[in-house]
């Protein structure tokens, strides 16, 4: 099993930035690919980024792609996402998981791919 704790929500206005720490435990020896969805009220829960922990490599949706960055710190084995320009629209519960293996980009809309997941964290742009 793996334990996933996102902290870093908040309310902050309209152009500004958040960063979003995900702090992993338990079995995280195979799970090697940690995401970034969203859930805004009233609306399904979406897929934002990911990133292939062994090799770096990051998928991002079209609707975040060069605002956000995921990121991660082995060592602590937390896994970051960079919010910049934040818009109302980014208001949302945001959640991390992971899947074991490997994973590629149609896991941002795939989400029943993801084996484990957060409680969520909060984030409320205001205008």
């Known amino acids: 099993q793996v334990q996933l704790v996102e902290s870093g929500g908040g309310s902050v206005e309209a152009g500004g930035s958040l960063r979003l720490s995900c702090a992993a435990s338990?079995?995280?020896?195979?799970?090697?690919?940690m995401g970034w969805f969203r859930q805004a009220p009233g609306e399904e829960r979406e897929g934002l980024a990911l990133?292939?922990?062994?090799?770096?490599?990051?998928y991002y949706a079209d609707s975040v792609k060069g605002r956000f960055t995921i990121s991660q710190d082995k060592a602590k084995k937390t896994v970051y996402l960079q919010m910049n320009s934040l818009k109302p629209e980014d208001t949302a519960v945001y959640y991390c998981?992971?899947?074991?293996?490997?994973?590629?980009?149609?896991?941002?809309?795939?989400?029943?791919?993801?084996?484990?997941w957060g409680k969520g964290t909060l984030v409320t742009i205001s205008s």
């Open positions: 990133l292939y922990t062994d090799g770096g490599t990051a």
């Open positions: 998981a992971a899947a074991r293996g490997v994973c590629g980009p149609h896991y941002i809309s795939q989400e029943y791919r993801m084996d484990y």
């Open positions: 338990g079995d995280t020896a195979n799970s090697n690919c």
